[in-house]
């Protein structure tokens, strides 16, 4: 049975004794309309890819837009300082989708989804891709249903640079009053074969195999270099396919010599490690956790294109996960993950 969880807030213990004796409700909070959210537009994985590519490459979002929300959108794109001067995103005549999301704890959340954005059929995306000239794809399920499994494969037949997928929302449905619970993925090797490189949380990991080290031993097999569960404040666990330590070690895509394997293809044993996170510096309860996972990844793949080795780049993610933590919101935040005075 699905319960509807109450809102909840997070106040600092010098004024818990005030809201207490206020009895201030967290659901009529939450429905004033003069609460506005932390997270805006400015999604993180763009702030998050604008703060730490390399000056040579640029962001080109391959992305469709509510046309409630496309001006704000193009404005967004215009503030990326690595955003490709031609790039655009592809407006469409449906409300976009927007999160709600109410955390119980600080690992804990529930969430509700609205909006119908539509997915990509392979006649829809295929032209773009081919007018972009994208060297490195990095795929995040944020909706769930951006891609099928036909067009994704077709996706991984046509591109021969690296793929990177954060599942995400893939293993999530959408019940009739919006609220995204746990599903199970179906045809999961055929999915880990449509990507170099996977990541996934506990919980998106347990939709998909009985523990890490059974998804790893699909994944491996299906041709992922390098599989990464990330488990919140105690780090992320990698499994690593044999010779993989950098994406100069990817297989290779093209002709006869496409590996059915990850890494370089080679015959050997698989290298695995817990790498522990970053200790964030702010009070127990008083970070931001939402999107670290969305940070911890496009840092992960970024440092990997500047090329990384695997270690290197697990330190970075987790660098920039615990500064994520740190920040209220996305707005502002590329600033912060570079350094630079942001508004928190």
Not at 228 to 254: N, Q
Not at 271 to 280: F, G, H, N
Not at 324 to 331: I, M, P, S, V, Y
């Amino acid at each position: 049975m699905l319960q509807m969880p109450r809102s909840a807030m997070r106040v600092a213990a010098q004024y818990q004794p005030l809201f207490r004796e206020l009895g201030i409700d967290a659901d009529a909070v939450f429905k004033s309309p003069l609460i506005k959210t932390w997270r805006k537009l400015n999604d993180r994985e763009n702030c998050t890819l604008d703060a730490t590519l390399r000056d040579e490459w640029q962001i080109v979002p391959l992305i469709k837009v509510g046309s409630d929300l496309a001006a704000r959108a193009q404005a967004f794109l215009r503030s990326l300082r690595r955003g490709a001067p031609d790039a655009a995103l592809v407006e469409v005549a449906a409300p976009n989708q927007r999160v709600e999301l109410r955390y119980h704890t600080e690992d804990r959340r529930s969430e509700f989804l609205s909006g119908g954005v539509p997915g990509w059929s392979w006649a829809g995306l295929k032209p773009l891709l081919d007018l972009a000239h994208v060297d490195a794809l990095y795929i995040n399920f944020l909706s769930g249903w951006e891609l099928d499994l036909e067009t994704t494969q077709l996706l991984r037949q046509h591109f021969r640079g690296p793929i990177y997928c954060d599942l995400h929302m893939k293993v999530m449905a959408v019940q009739a009053n919006g609220l995204r619970t746990p599903q199970p993925l179906p045809n999961v090797a055929e999915w880990c074969g449509c990507f170099d490189l996977l990541q996934a949380n506990e919980d998106e990991m347990a939709m998909m195999a009985p523990d890490p080290m059974s998804l790893s031993a699909t994944a491996l097999a299906a041709g992922v270099s390098c599989l990464v569960v990330t488990l919140a404040k105690r780090g992320a666990v990698y499994f690593a396919a044999a010779g993989f330590d950098s994406l100069a070690d990817l297989p290779s895509r093209s002709g006869l010599a496409t590996a059915p394997r990850g890494g370089t293809g080679a015959v050997g044993a698989v290298r695995t490690a817990l790498v522990p996170a970053e200790v964030a510096r702010v009070s127990p309860g008083m970070g931001d956790p939402t999107g670290c996972g969305d940070v911890w990844g496009a840092t992960y793949f970024s440092r990997l294109i500047a090329g990384d080795k695997l270690g290197e780049a697990l330190a970075a993610a987790h660098h920039a996960a615990a500064r994520n933590l740190e920040h209220r919101g996305a707005t502002g935040l590329a600033n912060f993950l570079r350094g630079e005075l942001s508004l928190r």
